[in-house]
C-alpha cells in the first residue's frame, strides 16, 4: 500500500480510506445483483469484485476508476450461461483476459476510441433496455421469460400476477422503493446524500423482509471459497467450438470498450493523472485471466463506483484497492447478513442502472445534433434488442462506416454550355458513392450537342478508380465519335517524351514537372515567366503549370459569371483558402482565355 501512495498524487490516508468504504458499499449490492442477474451464484459477483479491487485496482493505467463486475455484461453473461453453462464461463473469461492482455501489449488500447460515439451509446442503450425489462421481473419475485422481447412482451401478465399475489406486492414495493431512491438520494440534504442510496435501499428492505408476514425472497449465499469453480480439461475442450471462440472475441470486445469508453468519462470527473490507456487494458486483461481460472464473473471498469471514488475525494489508487480488501473480508467474516438481503431490491439496483445505461434523453439530443448518428444509434439498440450483443455492435458499426463513407463522398458537380463548348466542373471527393451523379452530367454533356466539351476534375481531391474509368471511358467514346474533349484531371501528369530532356530556361533553372503533385490548386509564390510562343521552342518555366489549352477565347464576362456561378458551390464543401485560391487562380486564366 505503501507502494500504491508514493506511485500516485499526494492523498490523505483517512480520505483515502473513507472514499474506499464508500465504494465498497456501493459495490457490494452491485455485485451481488449482477451475479443474480447474470444466472450465476452471488458469491461469484463478490469473486469479481474482489479481484477488481485487489488486482485490477492495484494495477497502472486508470488512478480512480474502479472495476467489478457491471450490469452492462449482466445480459450477455446471461445467455452464455444458458447456452453453455457456468463451468464454460470460466473459460471463456479466462481467454478474454490473455486476449485483452495481447491487445495491450501490441498498443491496441486506443483503438478502442476509434468506435463512433453513437455506436457506444447505442450499444449502451441495448445493454441499458433489456436490463431493465428482465430485472423488472424479480423485482416482484417472478422469473423472467427469456429473451429481452419475450420479456417485454410478458410485462402485462407480471403485472396482472403482481396484483393478485400480496407477497409479491410487498416485494415489489420494496423494488419500487429503491428505484426511487437512487434517483431522488442525491437530492438529499446535507451529508445523508453521501451514503450510498443502494446501501439505503439495502438496509430498508432487511428492515421490512424481517417484519412478521413478510415473505419475500432473500439472497442465498454459501461458501465464498467453495464457489471458486477453476477449469478443468473438459472444459478447455470446448475451445474447439466455434461458439466459445465467438463468445470469447464478444466479451473481448465489449469489456475492453466498456473499460477504456469508462476510463475517458472518468478522466472528465477529475484533474489528476489521465488514464494511460494500454497498461489499463494489460490491468482488466489481468483481472479477467485471474477470473476466468477461479470460474468467475467478467470484470470491466464500472462508472457507478469510479464516480463514487472520485466524489469521495480519492486522489491515489489506494482507495480503489481497499474496497476490494472490504468486500473479501465483509464475504468471509459475514456473510449470514448477505441472506438477509431481499431479492427484489437489488433487482431495483440493476433497474436503476439499465435506465442510465439506456439513457433515453440521448436520443433526442442525438437526433438535434446528428441525424445521421442518431440513425446509427437508432439501429444498434434495435438490433440489439431484437437479436444479440455482438450482431448489434457489428450491424452499428457497418452502419457508422456507411454514414461517413456517404459524408466523405461529397461531390460538387457544375456543367452549362457555353457558346461550341459543354462544360463540366467537378470537385470534392469523387467515389463510387457518387457514380450515378457523375454519369449523369457526363452524359447531360454530351447531349447538349456541341463539337467541344470540357470535364474540369483539378477541384478533385480524390478521384476512385470506379469514377476515373468511367470518366477516361466517357473521354474515349465521344473522342471516337469526332468530339473534341479536354479532360483536365487531378493528381501529376506525365511529361510528354518531347519534353523529357528540355533544356534549361534562360536563368538556368530546370523547368518544373508539367503538374504539380497537389491535386488542389494552388497560388503562385513566384512572377510567371514572359509569354513564349509555342513556335520558339524555348522550355517553360519553373512556374509553369500545364493543362490541355483551348486556343478559343472566351467572352469577355466569362470571369466574373464563373466566380459567381461556381466559387459559392466550392466554398460550401471547402475551406476558404481553396475557394479563394481556386478564383484567384483560375478566374484569372479563364479571364486570359487559357482555361
Sequence with gaps: MAALKAAAPKGDLATEITASLVVFLVALPLCIGVAVASGVSPELGIISGVIGGLVVGAARGSTLQVSGPAAGLAALVAETVLEYGVAMLGVIVLFSGLLQIVLGLVKLGRFFQAISLAVVQGMLAGIGLPLMFSQAYPVADAKAPGTPLENMAGIPGLLADTVADPQAMIAAGLGIVTVVLSFLWKKAPGPVKKVPAALVAVGIGITVAALPGVDVKTLQVGNLLASVDVPGAKQFAGLADAGIITAILTFTVIASAESLFTAAAVDRMHDGPRTRYNPELIAQGAGNTLAGLLGALPITAVVARSSANVQAGAKTRLSRTLHGLWLLAF????????????????????????????????????????????????????????????????????????????????????????????????????TFLRLPQVIEALESAAEAGKPRIRLDLTGVTHLDHACRSQVEEFTAQQRGKGLRVELLMPGPAQRPPAEEKAAPVADGSQPSDLRHSDPLPRRRTAPAPATVSAAS??????????FYLDTTPMPEDFAQRYAEEYAPGYAEGYPRGYSEGYEDEYTSGFARGQA
Excluded: C, Y
Design 331 to 430: 464475504a468471509l467474516l459475514l456473510p449470514q447478513v448477505l441472506a438477509l438481503i431481499p431479492i427484489s431490491v437489488l433487482a431495483g439496483v440493476l433497474v436503476h442502472s439499465g435506465w442510465k445505461l439506456f439513457a433515453p434523453d440521448e436520443f433526442p439530443k442525438m437526433w438535434r445534433q446528428d441525424r445521421g448518428e442518431f440513425a446509427v444509434m437508432t439501429i444498434t439498440t434495435l438490433v440489439i434488442v431484437a437479436t444479440a450483443l455482438l450482431e448489434g455492435v457489428l450491424i452499428g458499426l457497418a452502419a457508422g462506416i456507411v454514414l461517413a463513407a456517404v459524408r466523405m463522398s461529397q461531390t460538387v458537380i457544375r456543367q452549362h454550355t457555353e457558346d461550341d463548348t459543354a462544360k463540366v466542373v467537378m470537385a470534392g471527393n469523387a
Design 537 to 546: 521552342g524555348a522550355a517553360p518555366g519553373p512556374t509553369a503549370e500545364w
